[in-house]
């Protein structure tokens, strides 16, 4: 009897582009900034408010980075402290 070999396609390896990368980092660094004592629930909520402000755009911004840097707004945590 022949003995079969899985057939396993190789996926192409991709890579999230730099200014995804960079989105992604602030983001977290702004929700550990904003909600690191209240739990999964508090994180979720700033996640929200963060991404409901990238989708209406306007005065807030129109990127992650945008709306987390905006002054008097978010508190990001800074790049030389480690967020968690």
Do not use: F, H
């Not at 989105?23 to 977290?28: K, R």
């Not at 690191?36 to 911004?61: D, F």
């Amino acid at each position: 009897m022949k003995k079969l070999e899985p057939v396993v396609k190789q996926e192409k390896e991709t890579r999230l582009s730099t200014s995804c990368e960079k989105d992604i980092e602030i983001l977290a660094r702004t929700i550990w900034g904003e909600a690191r004592g209240e739990g999964q629930k508090g994180m979720l909520a700033v996640a929200s408010v963060i991404m409901n402000r990238v989708r209406c755009g306007g005065w807030w911004g129109s990127t992650i980075q945008d709306v987390c840097r905006k002054p008097y707004q978010l508190e990001v945590v800074p790049e030389n402290r480690t967020c968690c």
